[in-house]
């Protein structure tokens, strides 16, 4: 088991790299390994690579990606599109979940924010 290192999709705010890091994980995005623009594919290949969860809220084609890899880093996705502060408020439930030093190779994990404002967490090995 390794702790989830983070790539951050360009579709989610940055700040949920700061996010990261105030819970002790370390946090990258999209822009900044200069992959801003490019293909989901892309993305993930080089997130799995480079041994990196993905965390986005494009659930369809990440999904599809990470059941074509059984063996990939870990998916995070997190629903509704939200503001940046509901981003950020369901990352820290994302993370306050996650166990010291959890591995969630190969899981996918989707978070949701019901209408009601109930949060579910969904985690799919």
């Known amino acids: 088991m390794h702790d989830p290192h983070f790539l951050i999709d360009e579709?989610?705010?940055?700040l949920l790299k700061i996010t990261a890091r105030d819970f002790?994980?370390?946090?990258?995005?999209?822009?900044?390994?200069g992959?801003?623009?490019e293909t989901d594919l892309v993305l993930f290949t080089f997130a799995q690579a480079a041994r990196l969860v993905v965390?986005?809220?494009?659930?369809?084609?990440f999904?599809?990606?990470a059941r074509a890899a059984p063996?990939?880093?870990g998916l995070?996705?997190?629903s509704p599109n939200l503001p940046r502060a509901g981003q950020i408020a369901l990352f820290q439930l994302t993370l306050e979940w996650l166990q010291p030093s959890m591995d969630i190779a190969g899981r996918?994990?989707?978070?949701r924010r019901g209408a009601g404002g109930e949060v579910f967490i969904t985690d799919a090995q």
């Open 76 to 78: 995070i996705i997190m």
């Open 24 to 33: 002790g994980y370390n946090a990258t995005s999209a822009v900044d390994v």
């Open 108 to 111: 996918i994990v989707d978070i």
């Open 71 to 73: 063996t990939h880093s």
């Open 35 to 37: 992959l801003g623009g």
């Open 11 to 14: 579709c989610l705010t940055p």
């Open 55 to 61: 965390v986005t809220n494009n659930g369809r084609d």
């Open 63 to 65: 999904r599809r990606l």
